[in-house]
């Protein structure tokens, strides 16, 4: 822990600590010789009061994983000006309220995209090939008892839709182009820098697909974007990744096509309600379900690390930052 | 050709089997009892064995059946089929490569991430409902891992077009260097194995590449290494893998094949670093397909006196 009243350090500047009680302290173990920490975690104030009394000339605050950063909160800290993201997506932080008070918002860039997208790739072959349900077969033994195996789908010639062409969706493209997929996109706007063919609607680009890979981030207008209509226009042999956020697919909706086999297969990494995911989804065998775990790799955490003690410093020598999120 | 007798001695797939019934007259020899009486009474009408990875033609069957004119394999490896004694019995021999090379390397890249990933592992905690008490394990990233291929046929070749795509740099042994390939060549696999972090067994399986991976070349891939095997089993000395994997002498292992099939050795299926197939790089609907036409194409062409499609001997 930072000594924080230490006359050593008192020349370093100040950053406060936004995080859930059972996030490990590895990056404050980074930060702690750069800057003064400030932790309400490491007080018995509560939150309100602690902040209102030591945080009040606080310019810089840290967002250690998905610790939810609420417009309450922010108006605590008058003296607020940059909020250092260290997740892909910052739907967990109040972006309206930062826009309207002028704050820079900064989030993890491009240090996980690879990761993610290696396992959207990896859900999405798991779905189609069976892979965890194969291994559940022969663990239990039921490949002596029984012999032949389900056949999968093959991968080859699928036409993949991807939902959100940022960093993650770019590199989930160009990673199914070698097992020869065929690529089209949805985003808010068409991209003149890049050739796969583009869809305004989700629906349909849908329509046009046989496999969906969820990839954006998760707005206000991106919220169920992945809806009863959009899964119908997928069709039965479809399949749905998602590895941006839960809130992004109607996930009542998709249960009931999966049981309904009105839908081929879902990969799914995030869930509408984590850590809590919907009993009936464990029954099914064309389904995979990750815990969030997109990104936890060593080498993704250690660079989010380093981009985000990047940020705080360009942040504090008023150089410019980055990995600032578009805030429109 | 519905007069041509056709011995299948398992069962594979039912399209292959429908479509082959509707042009031949075929034997399924799991239906039969008693396979020395079978053999008495059909064995002269026999001129064409339809086999698989699992079952194809040894010497024995091969001598039982005098008028035996083709073994059409619904698989690409034909170590199940005695080539010499088909050579020596003027016997053609058929598989079916190309159409299934994709689906293999897929599922070589699908084994990789889900051993890196440790996506087997996740979905068995999320099932249990143990998320919800919350702790996490990190795992481990693909995206620019080294890669060896064992093999730089059409398959290994796949394989290292995908990974390519990850940013892999490759690496690969086979007995003599390829000219036309960019990629790293070592002349031993203990010389791969120790400059790899995934090593992929892609070859043949043949005398000299029985127990390819030994424990030398576990060693050298060792304590961080992942093997995949999506060749055959017996490439691999199992009990040596079953051996360092339980010591944690090496990271992990994704295996969609084994020594003794449908046998998987018990002692894997405790571990997490393991992610275990039931043999299905081949085992899409649409690769089935085209390989069970394959082998009706090869025994059309065969009996009409055509070229063979995809002609071993």
Redesign the interface.
């Known amino acids: 822990m930072a000594d924080q009243a230490g006359s050593e350090t008192n020349h370093l500047p100040l950053i406060l600590v936004h995080r859930l009680p ?1 996030f490990d302290l590895a990056l404050t173990n980074i930060l702690q010789t750069h800057f003064r920490i400030l932790d309400p975690l490491h007080s018995s104030q509560p939150l309100d009061s602690f902040l209102t009394s030591h945080a009040q000339s606080v310019r810089a605050l840290i967002v250690y994983a998905l610790s939810p950063l609420t417009a309450d909160t922010i108006r605590l800290l008058p003296s607020l000006e940059v909020v250092v993201g260290t997740s892909a997506g910052v739907d967990h932080i109040d972006i309206s309220e930062c826009r309207n008070r002028g704050i820079t918002v900064t989030n993890a860039g491009d240090a996980f995209a ?2 993610v ?3 959207a ?3 999405l ?2 779905v ?5 349900a ?6 239990s033994g039921l ?2 008892l029984r ?3 389900t ?6 010639g699928k036409r993949v839709g991807i939902v959100g062409l940022g960093r993650i969706g770019s590199q989930v493209a ?2 199914l ?4 997929c065929i690529i089209a996109y949805n985003s808010r706007k068409k991209k003149s820098s890049v050739q796969y063919p583009y869809y305004a609607k989700v629906c349909d680009l849908a329509t046009n697909s046989d496999i969906l890979m969820v990839c954006c981030s998760l707005t206000s207008e991106t919220h169920h974007l992945i809806n009863k209509e959009v899964m119908k226009a997928l069709g039965k042999e479809g399949v749905i990744v998602n590895v941006g956020r839960g809130g992004l697919v109607d996930e009542q909706e998709l249960i009931q096509l999966l049981t309904r086999e009105e839908i081929g297969g879902a990969g799914l990494d995030v869930f509408e309600e ?4 919907p009993g009936e989804l ?1 029954a099914l065998d064309n389904v ?4 969030h ?1 997109a990104v ?6 250690e660079a989010v690390f380093q981009l985000s003690l990047a940020n705080l410093k360009c942040f504090f020598s008023n150089e410019p930052l980055r990995s600032v999120v578009q805030q429109e | 050709m519905d007069s041509i007798g056709v011995l299948m001695p398992i ?1 594979m797939n039912s399209y292959l089997e429908q479509e082959l019934q509707k042009r031949f007259n075929v034997f399924k020899l799991w239906t039969f009892p008693n396979k020395t009486l079978f053999l008495k009474e059909h064995s002269s009408s026999i001129r064409a064995i339809v086999g698989n990875a699992a079952a194809g033609a040894d010497a024995e069957t091969i001598e039982a059946l005098p008028n035996l004119e083709i073994v059409s394999s619904f698989s690409v490896g034909i170590d199940k089929v005695d080539l010499n004694k088909c050579r020596e019995k003027g016997i053609r021999v058929t598989n079916t490569p190309d159409v299934l090379t ?2 293999v390397a ?2 070589a ?3 990789i ?2 051993v890196l ?4 592992e ?6 249990s409902g143990k ?2 008490k ?1 702790d ?9 891992k080294r890669v060896g291929i064992i093999g730089m046929g059409r398959i290994g070749k796949a394989v290292a ?2 990974a ?4 892999c740099p490759i690496s690969y042994y086979t007995r003599s260097e390829k000219g036309d390939l960019e990629y790293k060549y070592y002349p031993s696999v203990v010389e791969l194995a120790s400059n790899c972090d995934i090593l992929v067994v892609a070859c043949p399986l043949i005398e000299e590449t029985r127990h390819i991976i030994n424990r030398e070349v576990i060693d050298a891939l060792g304590q961080k290494g992942v093997l995949i095997n999506i060749g055959r089993g017996p490439h691999v000395d199992e009990p040596e893998l079953v051996k360092a994997l339980v010591e944690g002498r090496l990271g992990g292992a994704g295996l969609d094949v084994y020594e003794n099939e ?3 050795p018990e002692e894997l ?1 405790g571990l997490e670093n393991v ?4 043999h ?1 790089g081949s ?6 397909t085209a390989m069970a036409d394959l082998v009706i194409n090869n025994l059309e062409a065969h009996f009409l006196k055509k070229p063979l499609l995809t002609p071993v001997v």
């Open positions: 059972s690879e990761d997208a290696d396992c790739v990896a859900l072959i798991d189609l090939r069976r892979v965890s194969g291994d559940r077969y022969v663990r490949w002596r012999g032949e195996y056949l999968g789908s093959k991968l080859g160009q990673r182009m070698a097992f020869g984590e850590p809590d995911v464990f995979v379900l990750s815990p775990k936890l790799t060593p080498e993704s955490i | 069962h994709d689906d897929d599922l890249i699908g084994l991430l889900a990933r440790r996506l087997c996740g979905d068995r905690y999320v099932r998320w919800k919350g996490y394990k990190l795992n481990t990233k693909f995206t620019g077009k995908r390519e795509a990850f940013s449908p046998e998987v299926f992610v275990l197939l039931p299905v085992g899409t609907v649409e690769t089935r």
